[in-house]
């Protein structure tokens, strides 16, 4: 998955500098993930799930991964700019598999 499939992407015209890592699936099942955390969507509305397969997060956040991307990519992160990067590529992960997720409910309830 690259910034433009996740919740945090600014611009469709993305260069690689401003793009997330790929989702690598090779550390987990992804079925298994799938099933934990499918039930998190049926305690949400279907407006709520729109909302949340809408998300994009604020220009701030957007900026901020922007500026470390970058940095990753030049190889002058520091310790605790990496970290934060991480943290903003695990989140933009879990984010788009709920996004997937709301999608697909959407679809099948026919609600749209």
Same mark, same amino acid.
């Given at each position: 998955?690259?910034?433009?499939?996740?919740?945090?992407?600014?611009?469709?015209?993305?260069?690689?500098?401003?793009?997330?890592?790929?989702?690598?699936?090779?550390?987990?099942?992804?079925?298994?993930?799938?099933?934990?955390?499918?039930?998190?969507?049926?305690?949400?509305?279907?407006?709520?799930?729109?909302?949340?397969?809408?998300?994009?997060?604020? #220009? #701030? @956040?957007?900026?901020?991964?922007?500026?470390?991307?970058?940095?990753?990519?030049?190889?002058?992160?520091? #310790?605790?700019?990496?970290? #934060?990067?991480?943290?903003?590529?695990?989140?933009?992960?879990?984010?788009?598999?709920?996004?997937?997720?709301?999608?697909?409910? @959407?679809?099948?309830?026919?609600?749209?």
């Amino acid at each position: 998955m690259n910034r433009e499939d996740g919740p945090f992407h600014a611009d469709k015209n993305a260069t690689m500098a401003t793009s997330l890592p790929t989702f690598d699936t090779s550390d987990f099942d992804v079925a298994a993930f799938n099933r934990g955390t499918s039930a998190i969507l049926e305690i949400l509305s279907p407006q709520q799930k729109r909302a949340l397969v809408e998300y994009r997060g604020d #220009e #701030e @956040l957007k900026k901020r991964i922007d500026e470390l991307a970058e940095k990753s990519n030049d190889g002058s992160l520091i #310790e605790q700019e990496r970290a #934060e990067y991480e943290g903003y590529v695990r989140a933009n992960k879990f984010v788009a598999v709920l996004q997937s997720q709301a999608r697909k409910q @959407l679809g099948n309830s026919g609600v749209e």
